[in-house]
């Protein structure tokens, strides 16, 4: 007996999840794109752009920035968000008294004027003494400033 296929169990199939994940809790900042991977709606280009941009951050301090992952949209996000936590003591800083201009350029939120003058203050000055310090004598407007402070330092 030949028993057809049904093309409507097919379309089915897809939208279910890819591995029992509903106590799946995923490490956004120390996991792998396989680990990524097993998250509905997150395929290998996705979790890709996701390691590229944590890398490129030195880590994630907010699962909001996740919207900032090229293909990360609101729907998107409200399905995948509740899948992660961060460990935030893996957060890699730069330090704004040695760091060089590339260094500083290859954060995402640190433009090519910002890492100018903050290396021209330090010449200038001598070390910053605080964060404060550096938002002061930059004149870095307070939202900019708040969210690069996770990624900066002073030692």
């Avoid at 996705?46 to 030195?58: K, P, S, T």
């Avoid at 910053?128 to 402070?149: A, C, G, H, P, V």
């Amino acid at each position: 007996i030949i028993i057809p296929l049904s093309f409507n169990n097919d379309k089915q199939a897809y939208n279910q999840p890819k591995t029992n994940s509903s106590n799946l809790s995923i490490d956004i900042n120390t996991t792998d794109s396989i680990e990524l991977q097993k998250i509905p709606s997150i395929g290998a280009k996705i979790a890709g752009r996701i390691i590229r941009y944590r890398n490129a951050l030195g880590g994630f301090v907010s699962k909001q920035q996740l919207l900032e992952v090229y293909g990360i949209d609101s729907n998107r996000y409200q399905q995948i968000f509740p899948y992660f936590y961060i460990n935030q003591n893996v957060i890699k800083k730069i330090n704004i008294n040695h760091s060089d201009f590339n260094e500083m350029t290859k954060h995402p939120y640190i433009d090519g004027y910002l890492a100018k003058k903050i290396i021209q203050l330090r010449e200038k000055n001598g070390d910053f003494s605080s964060l404060e310090d550096m938002q002061k004598q930059t004149k870095l407007y307070n939202d900019l400033f708040i969210q690069l402070k996770p990624y900066l330092t002073i030692q």
